[in-house]
């Protein structure tokens, strides 16, 4: 009986882990329903991890998340509670249906009227209909009002006649749509009697619901394999003319009547309030992939040696400051993720609340926040995502390390949802009109609190920061300063570059937006975005009671601000907020909580409960068995070993054995 | 007929395309070369590009290039000429033999005596015998001196026996052993009675040439699926007490005698000097990946179009700021490594040519320069291909893009011959004791060139800045003294770091180093690459003498310079180089390179003359059709959409369908 690796470094840990993963987790209960759900997924054998089926094509991985979708729906009964949100952790591609789940139904229940619901609803809730979301097209995707799919109404037949007018105009993309949907909502503009109504939601049979094939006038299909999410068929559709009935164009919100009369009917911001959702969850998996993948390049960076040190011994990696570096301070970002996300969700719950109301007053600041956020979340966990398997050498480019799988499945998040350069600019275009309220005294006291720095933003951008010691950069108060004056330096450095644009340079204020300060808008809505998620951090801090968690929490968020600011302090400087000397103390103040935090490491990692089926990882799980769970996996499941495998492969290397001299052709 | 959509644009291009592409090809001759080369690829149906087969498993992936590795020898026969250095832009994965002919062939020839060369080496070359080279452990990569394979002596049957103690010590990584190889130089740690001599080269055979069975005591398997490079078959093996002769240990430069006496031999760091060829070759093959994928967005960007304008014309993306902020910076760095890789090949052929008269005083320099080289030059072409799939959108995401697998095939390229962050500390380690040169008189005029900046070190850190518009930081010697500035500050705050610890804190220097300098250690040797490349590029401009070149290259350079300051200014605020102000100019000036750089981006595009045919994109043709080029490749090269697979897959979907209210299990 050996002992477990990791039993000293654990002991080292000087807070409580359970009080942590409670705070991480809202409370035992929720904290103990992630352990429960996680367990039932290591215990089956259809949904636990398995590495040798990392190494399959398309069509069998596209089988074998059928497979597991279909256990999943056994044990959850998935359709009347909508996938769980800890779902996304499990499995390192989408299971088939979540598509469905996440955009058809949700649509169905927001833009279909009553008479809608009951065609369609609780076929869609049952899987009886598979739907899918078709909006993108292949030549447009975030300009959703330049889509080119029409839609036109036809009185004589009471039907719609929908139709894909160009190459540009097949939808793309479409999640689900390429080999499992028979049904989607298609965005289509309206037309009746030649005149345009804008981009409105249609429901099409895509696919004859005994044979799957695709009805006439439909083609549709997969649109080929792609750097992640390779299970799922997102597909393209194009319509030639193909008719529907009026009354499939759901109608909750507008209505077309059989004269041909368009009429608005309500208001449809409740559907952006609901939709927002979806955003909001990425926030949420944005710190959980990274959290994930700080567990397992933890524990790995504990276990491996690399060079002895001046004692002749092997030095662990997580002893050098280079591998630190690597890891700490997205350890920072996850934890500050997770507060902000919290924050966050209060204000989406508070919104849709208002919205059901008829009050509508918080839309806006909603969607302020929450673009920038998914932009900023999405890239941190990506950029940390990669960081994180470079810290491990060799072994985290091996898919067996776990960090492989969660990459893949990562990438789409920078585009889908939301472009995040998009993101960002919509974001920025918020904070310039909130700027400008700013400056007009009769608006400038209705900023909301995320924006408040704006209000008396001249004499902030005159504050000069005093810290003399590098003591004083440990200190939240003073790095909140900091973070508060560089997002508002950068809003009102956007703002001044728009208004030169326009004024001196008799730009229209679109080009001066488009073509002449993007960089800077982008750069404003994510020290916006910084500043938020910080006193997000440092007001759930505040509310700690167990000193030793507010200790190692304060150091955590020192290390989330100073790791933003050594990064990139140029507002600072230019805004003549710090001097050089202050930037060194900075610098230093960031060394230390390094070395401060290094004896946490295992604790904040581990804080975060993922069973190591989650982790799906050789080299990180909790019992620190690298090596003999590496050699394991390829000896056991590596399906190119086997025997069978290996002769036949041998046949094809046969011919090049000895003939490389063969004469040219 | 209708006519190119790139036909403005090309005619917008300020300089003549073909005096630049000779330019970037050392003369017409080479560039013919590559042209010609890329068209055997093109017309051959084996080798030439297949979007259908992107979608394949290892096992079938690996049958393709044994059959494009057939095909390959039989046009350039392979084994009298070594690969032909543009073959690795031609494929998304490397050719079976790639390491055969890389490391094992060379081996043989620099390290095995004249009788071992007539036993192997013609084999070897026409790959009737198929070898790999395993260095590498499970536990042990960077740090070779610990390798923990022995091979012992027995004098009685005058034999090596070879055995790996522990699973720790299973050769791992090793390319092409998985499946392909049938002998390999194993590095194991000699023993002759009790007595260790360090890690050498041995030469096992390992499977049976007839059967290709491993030979008894020999566990031999492929590692596993990875982040990429999955047709490569790197591999482990375990060496269970193997009895190999002792004339297969390779002897030019060590030698045991049959009574166990061990003679060193002659100088093996002419070994040394030409291994580094392939190190080399990472720094060609960075800046040629890059410029791939920059052919393909600039093309893309220049086709896509997105939100209207002003006048309700739709925006081409590449006229948005964020836009050519995504991809102008790095083709200034393409460029600027293209440069600085022939300087440095230069300096490689010097020394191979001292080296093989017994001069080894430029060794030391030119490891110093390379080791940071390669690390700055993967990791700058890894960070900005990422940057540029994002660039592109959805459609980045698809593999039709061809951004994808050259993308996964980079991934390695950040740990092999050399991770990249060890690379950093070599670097540094040399710049440090240079740095230490610097300060002693009797040492302080030997510097070689690329370090001289140290020599005056105090006097060049007292200059300031004195620029005060923005048209000044458009010049390339004051970008040149910033550059010059910041490498020479970050050389000498590291130095200072280190001494600090040891004198004041009474660390061990090796403590120091690993555990206290490991940041400031590689930004130092980061800021002098950077300061490196950027010389060599400043240095071709000045020989260029086609003015309109010049000018866009001046331009290229300078935006390559403000680039790296305005990301990393800190070092000039912390040295009092800079202020707030002109910081402000820079960013301005970087932008105004933006707008001037705009009109020549697709012609410095296409000066890298790539072949369609190597680009693999359905979005960066030459012709600009993307929608059309998307459409066909996924309406007939995915083998998704074949009637078969579909209806195949139907069956795996319909136990979902209408069924998952099904009872819980």
């Known amino acids: 009986m050996s002992t477990n690796p990791f039993k000293q470094e654990r002991e080292k840990v000087s807070f409580n882990q359970e009080a942590m993963a409670e705070l991480l987790y809202d409370g035992p209960e929720e904290l103990q329903k992630f352990r429960k759900y996680q367990q039932i997924f290591a215990d089956d054998p259809v949904l636990k991890?398995?590495?040798?089926?990392?190494?399959?094509?398309?069509?069998?991985?596209?089988?074998?998340?059928?497979?597991?979708?279909?256990?999943?729906?056994?044990?959850?009964?998935?359709?009347?509670?909508?996938?769980n949100k800890y779902c996304g952790l499990m499995f390192d591609e989408p299971l088939v249906g979540a598509v469905h789940h996440s955009m058809f139904v949700p649509s169905l229940q927001l833009l279909a009227d009553d008479e809608q619901q009951k065609r369609w609803l609780q076929d869609a809730l049952q899987m009886k209909i598979i739907g899918c979301y078709a909006q993108t097209e292949l030549a447009h995707g975030s300009d959703v009002q330049n889509l080119q799919t029409t839609s036109t109404y036809d009185q004589a037949t009471d039907s719609f006649i929908l139709n894909t007018p160009e190459v540009g105009a097949a939808k793309w993309w479409v999640g689900e749509l390429g080999l499992v949907a028979n049904h989607a909502i298609v965005y289509a503009q309206l037309i009746i009697n030649g005149q345009r109504y804008g981009p409105q939601p249609f429901v099409v049979q895509l696919r004859d619901l005994k044979t799957h094939k695709p009805l006439p006038g439909i083609d549709v299909g997969d649109i080929g394999p792609k750097y992640g999410y390779n299970s799922k068929d997102?597909?393209?559709?194009?319509?030639?003319?193909?008719?529907?009935?009026?009354?499939?164009?759901?109608?909750?919100?507008?209505?077309?009547?059989?004269?041909?009369?368009?009429?608005?009917?309500?208001?449809?911001?409740?559907?952006?309030?609901?939709?927002?959702?979806?955003?909001?969850?990425?926030?949420?998996?944005?710190?959980?992939?990274?959290?994930?993948?700080?567990?397992?390049?933890?524990?790995y960076s504990l276990i491996r040696k690399q060079f002895k040190d001046e004692n002749g011994i092997e030095r662990t990696i997580l002893d050098y400051q280079t591998q630190q570096d690597k890891l700490l301070p997205y350890m920072a970002d996850a934890y500050a993720m997770a507060f902000s996300f919290k924050k966050t969700m209060n204000m989406f719950q508070e919104n849709l609340q208002r919205c059901?109301?008829?009050?509508?007053?918080?839309?806006?600041?909603?969607?302020?926040?929450?673009?920038?956020?998914k932009s900023v979340s999405t890239h941190t966990t990506l950029v940390g995502m990669e960081k994180i398997r470079q810290s491990c050498g060799g072994h985290g480019f091996s898919s067996y390390s776990g960090l492989v799988g969660r990459l893949k499945l990562w990438y789409p998040y920078s585009t889908f949802e939301g472009e995040n350069t998009i993101m960002l600019l919509q974001t920025a275009r918020y904070l310039i009109k909130k700027f400008r309220k700013s400056v007009r005294p009769e608006s400038r006291n209705v900023l909301p609190p995320q924006c408040e720095y704006l209000r008396d933003h001249t004499l902030l951008l005159s504050t000069k920061c005093t810290a003399e010691h590098m003591r004083e950069f440990l200190l939240l108060e003073p790095l909140r300063k900091m973070m508060r004056f560089t997002a508002c330096f950068r809003v009102v450095k956007a703002a001044n570059q728009l208004e030169d644009q326009v004024k001196i340079k008799k730009m229209h204020p679109k080009e001066a937006f488009d073509t002449a300060a993007g960089s800077l808008l982008c750069d404003a809505a994510t020290s916006h975005t910084h500043y938020y998620i910080f006193n997000s951090f440092f007001e759930k801090i505040i509310q700690v009671n167990d000193e030793s968690i507010r200790e190692v929490l304060s150091k955590l968020c020192a290390l989330y601000a100073l790791t933003k600011i050594v990064e990139r302090p140029d507002a600072l400087y230019e805004g003549g907020h710090i001097n050089g000397e202050q930037l060194k103390l900075m610098r230093e103040a960031r060394e230390q909580l390094l070395i401060d935090l290094r004896p946490e490491a295992i604790g904040l990692a581990e804080s975060w409960n993922f069973h190591d089926n989650t982790l799906r990882s050789a080299i990180g799980s909790?019992?620190?068995?690298?090596?003999?769970?590496?050699?394991?996996?390829?000896?056991?499941?590596?399906?190119?070993?086997?025997?069978?495998?290996?002769?036949?492969?041998?046949?094809?290397?046969a011919p090049i054995v000895g003939k490389v001299n063969a004469p040219r052709l």
Not at 363 to 370: A, K, N
Request: charged content about 25%.
């Open 622 to 653: 909790s019992k620190g068995d690298v090596y003999e769970t590496l050699l394991d996996w390829v000896q056991n499941k590596n399906p190119v070993n086997k025997p069978e495998v290996q002769s036949a492969l041998h046949e094809t290397i």
């Open 356 to 373: 059901s109301k008829n009050d509508f007053s918080l839309l806006q600041d909603l969607h302020g926040l929450l673009s920038a956020h």
């Open 234 to 299: 997102n597909g393209f559709l194009i319509l030639n003319n193909i008719r529907i009935p009026r009354t499939n164009m759901l109608s909750r919100y507008v209505k077309v009547t059989e004269k041909g009369e368009f009429i608005p009917a309500g208001n449809p911001k409740i559907v952006y309030a609901t939709m927002m959702k979806v955003r909001l969850g990425i926030l949420y998996e944005a710190y959980y992939f990274l959290a994930a993948q700080l567990t397992i390049a933890t524990r």
């Open 49 to 83: 991890f398995d590495p040798s089926k990392i190494d399959i094509s398309r069509k069998e991985l596209f089988a074998e998340y059928c497979k597991k979708t279909y256990r999943y729906h056994e044990l959850f009964n998935q359709s009347s509670n909508p996938i």
